[in-house]
């Protein structure tokens, strides 16, 4: 079956980096298009970043845009996403997400997710 596995979260002051994995089995990774989510306490999901299954385009959300880095390795069915210059309003809960192929705009599985806290 289907597994997305986040991991990498914690506790960060604000300014400080942090990065996520999120280990995929069950399916073909290298086929897919792998986004990552947050959704902040009291809050809906958000879309953060998404790539192309071989890695070959990236897309942000303008909240994240230039401080956030999303990356995959095929090889080891590992997605990442590198976070700089952390800010308070990062502070959410992160989950990986794949997508349908050929439908980019939606999610059909996705991690446990993991906990970003920003605080001072």
């Known amino acids: 079956q289907v597994q997305l596995v986040e991991s990498g979260g914690g506790l960060v002051q604000p300014g400080g980096s942090l990065r996520l994995s999120c280990a995929a089995s069950?399916?073909?990774?290298?086929?897919?298009?792998m986004s990552w989510v947050r959704q902040a306490p009291g809050k809906g999901l958000e879309w953060v970043s998404s790539i192309y299954s071989d890695g070959s385009k990236t897309l942000y959300a303008d909240s994240v845009k230039g401080r956030f880095t999303i990356s995959r390795d095929n090889a080891k069915n590992t997605l990442y996403l590198q976070m700089n210059s952390l800010k308070s309003e990062d502070t959410a809960v992160y989950y990986c997400?794949?997508?349908?192929?050929?439908?980019?705009?939606?999610?059909?599985?996705w991690g446990q997710g993991t906990q970003v806290t920003v605080s001072s």
């Open positions: 069950g399916f073909t990774f290298s086929s897919y298009y």
């Open positions: 997400a794949k997508s349908p192929i050929g439908l980019q705009l939606t999610y059909d599985y």
